[in-house]
T-cell receptor, first 114, second 111 residues
Framework: DTAVSQTPKYLVTQMGNDKSIKCEQN?????MYWYKQDSKKFLKIMFS???????INETVPNRFSPKSPDKAHLNLHINSLELGDSAVYFC?????????????FGDGTRLSIL | GDSVTQMEGPVTLSEEAFLTINCTYTATGYPSLFWYVQYPGEGLQLLLK?????DKGSNKGFEATYRKETTSFHLEKGSVQVSDSAVYFCALGNSGYALNFGKGTSLLVTP
């Protein structure tokens, strides 16, 4: 019954590895997002998809590649992980792109690079 | 571009004290404004929102009024509880589609 669910909750891996984080929403929303939260709690948008179409692609290294197989899923694949990628990654969704729509967040994936 | 500025934390209050967390914004057009709360180890939850000038959002005893003249959306609560300890984020939604968040204000309420 969780609205936005992310897996895994914790991810510990070595530098240079490739990893994926999955996100699913059961709210029937059209729009999904990935945010990165750094150690100081600052949240920054990475990507946004609307009906499986990429809308926002902020200045993110191309090692990060989002994939949306359908509008209920938005996965994040990261190649060649670096120490600076350590952060908490949040998936979110909203009904659509209108500015007054609130976003619903998952519980986050804490990525730690050794 | 759009931006949100929040007061620096951490804020430490005794139970039943009055809370204000300041938030000001810079934006073109007519943004919507939000407060989100993040409890330890959890994702962000919408606390309240306001979509036009002079709107007041309220939820769980928290209130914030959208003031266009002062470009502010300060969060207030009359009597905080220990369970209100969390990080509070002010956010702005505008034509850029993604939310623009402030840096967050950590609140600790002591018994």
């Amino acid at each position: 019954d969780t609205a936005v669910s992310q897996t895994p909750k914790y991810l510990v891996t070595q530098m240079g590895n490739d990893k994926s984080i999955k996100c699913e929403q059961n709210l029937g929303h059209d729009t999904m997002y990935w945010y990165k939260q750094d150690s100081k709690k600052f949240l920054k948008i990475m990507f946004s998809y609307n009906n499986k179409e990429l809308i926002i692609n902020e200045t993110v290294p191309n090692r990060f590649s989002p994939k949306s197989p359908d509008k209920a899923h938005l996965n994040l694949h990261i190649n060649s992980l670096e120490l600076g990628d350590s952060a908490v990654y949040f998936c979110a969704s909203s009904q659509d792109l209108t500015v007054n729509q609130p976003q619903h967040f998952g519980d986050g994936t804490r990525l730690s690079i050794l | 571009g759009d931006s949100v500025t929040q007061m620096e934390g951490p804020v430490t209050l005794s139970e039943e004290a009055f809370l204000t967390i300041n938030c000001t914004y810079t934006a073109t057009g007519y943004p919507s404004l939000f407060w989100y709360v993040q409890y330890p180890g959890e994702g962000l939850q919408l606390l309240l929102k306001a979509t036009k000038a002079d709107d007041k959002g309220s939820n769980k005893g928290f209130e914030a009024t959208y003031r266009k003249e002062t470009t502010s959306f300060h969060l207030e609560k009359g009597s905080v509880q220990v369970s209100d300890s969390a990080v509070y984020f002010c956010a702005l939604g505008n034509s850029g589609y993604a939310l623009n968040f402030g840096k967050g204000t950590s609140l600790l309420v002591t018994p």
